[in-house]
C-alpha cells in the first residue's frame, strides 16, 4: 500500500554522503535518534555503521555506536533490509532489533501512517557546474511505534511517533553548506517536517510539509526565525529560544533548550571548514484552525571557513 517509486539504491562513487535516519518521540519526553550510516554525514567515514541517540528527562544523553560490515545495509528498492535481522522492511512496517556493546539493545517495530514524502523531486541542492547534487526522501513522514530499549541494565518499554528520511549526495556538505536547519513533529493524526538550508554562496533552499493519513500540504518556503536565531550565538550548546515556524498552512511554535540537548559537536576541523553540530528533543504546537501538540526533534549545523568567517553578504 505504501510502496512508492523513490530510490533506496546507494551511491557509492566518490565523493559522497549516505545515510537513513530514524527518530522516535514519546510523549513522555523520551527522544531517540537512529542512523544507518553508508558515511559519516561528512563523508570522510566510509565505512557502515549505526548509531543512536538516547534523551530521557533529567538525564544525561547517551550515544551509542556499533560498526557495520560492508554491504551489510541492502539497499534494493522500495525497502531497507539490514543483515542479521537487523532490520527489515516492508509495505506496512519496519522491524528493527539493534544490538550495543555490553546488554544494550533497541528494538521494535514501526507502523507506517502515510506513503513517502518526495519534494522536488528529492534533490536538495545542484552544483550547476559540476552536476553533483545533494537528495532528501522522506520514506516514513508519518509513522507510530512500539519498542524496547535495554540500557545500562534498565529495561524501557517506549511507544510514541517516529519518522524516517534516506540522504545521499555525491557533494559533500562542507563543499556547499553554511547553515543547516531541520525539523520534524509529529502526533497520532499529523506529522510537519520542514528544512532551511543556506549555502555557502548564499542561496536560501526550503522544504517543508504538513501530512496526514488522508492529506498532505508541501511547500518550499518557511518564514522562520529559528535559522536566524542560531546564526547569531556565540555559544551554540547554551541556545535557549521560543522558535516559531510560519508555514504555508499553519504556525508550528517550539523551544529550543540546553536540558533537551541530545547531540552535540562543536567546531570540529573538515577540511578546510569548521562544523558545529547540534540536536535537541522538542515538543511543539501547531496552530491553525485548532492548536495540537506535536513531538519530535529539530537540528541545526554551521559550517564556516576554519580561517575567517562568511562574509556577511553572503548571509542574505
Known amino acids: 500500500m505504501y510502496q512508492a517509486d523513490v530510490s533506496n539504491g546507494s551511491h557509492r562513487p566518490p565523493p559522497y554522503v549516505e545515510w537513513w535516519y530514524f527518530h522516535f518521540a514519546c510523549p513522555d519526553g523520551t527522544t531517540l535518534n537512529m542512523v544507518l550510516h553508508e558515511t559519516g554525514i561528512f563523508g ?26 560492508d554491504g551489510s545495509i541492502k ?58 547534487s545533494s537528495h532528501w526522501v522522506v520514506g516514513v513522514p508519518h509513522a507510530t511505534f512500539q519498542a524496547v530499549l535495554q540500557l545500562d541494565g534498565c529495561t524501557y518499554p517506549l511507544e510514541g511517533f517516529a519518522y524516517q528520511d534516506h540522504q545521499w549526495g555525491q557533494t559533500l556538505f562542507q563543499e556547499w553548506v553554511a547553515d543547516w536547519v ?44 529559528h535559522l536566524t536565531f542560531l546564526q547569531q550565538q556565540p555559544a551554540l550548546e547554551q541556545c535557549q529560544a521560543d522558535v516559531v515556524a510560519h508555514l ?14 541530545m547531540r552535540c559537536r562543536l567546531q570540529e576541523r573538515v577540511g578546510q571548514q569548521c562544523a558545529s553540530y547540534l540536536r535537541w528533543a522538542a515538543t511543539a504546537t501547531l496552530s491553525s484552525c485548532s492548536s495540537q501538540t506535536l513531538y519530535g526533534i529539530t537540528e541545526y549545523i554551521q559550517l ?5 568567517r562568511i562574509s556577511s553578504q553572503q548571509h542574505h
Open 182 to 225: 531541520w525539523g520534524h513533529f509529529s502526533n497520532e493524526e499529523t506529522a510537519v517536517v520542514f528544512f532551511q538550508i543556506l549555502t555557502q554562496h548564499g542561496q536560501r533552499i526550503e522544504r517543508v510539509a504538513q501530512l496526514t493519513p488522508t492529506s498532505r500540504l508541501t511547500g518550499t518556503a518557511v518564514n522562520s526565525n
Open 75 to 132: 539497499t534494493q528498492a522500495p525497502y531497507l533490509q539490514v543483515e542479521q535481522q537487523m532490520l527489515a522492511e516492508d509495505d506496512r512496517r519496519i522491524c528493527f532489533q539493534v544490538a550495543f556493546e555490553g546488554d544494550n539493545c533497541f528494538r521494535g517495530e514501526i507502523y507506517k501512517q502515510t506513503e513517502p514524502l518526495v519534494i522536488n523531486n528529492g534533490v536538495l541542492y545542484c552544483n550547476e557546474r559540476n552536476g553533483r
Open 44 to 69: 570522510l567515514h566510509t565505512t557502515p555503521y549505526v548509531s543512536l541517540s538516547v534523551h530521557r528527562p533529567q538525564q544525561k544523553p547517551r550515544y551509542l555506536r556499533r560498526e557495520l560490515a
Open 304 to 308: 564556516r571557513p576554519a580561517y575567517g
Open 248 to 261: 504555508p498552512y499553519a504556525e508550528l511554535a517550539f523551544a529550543i533548550h540546553p536540558d533537551n540537548l
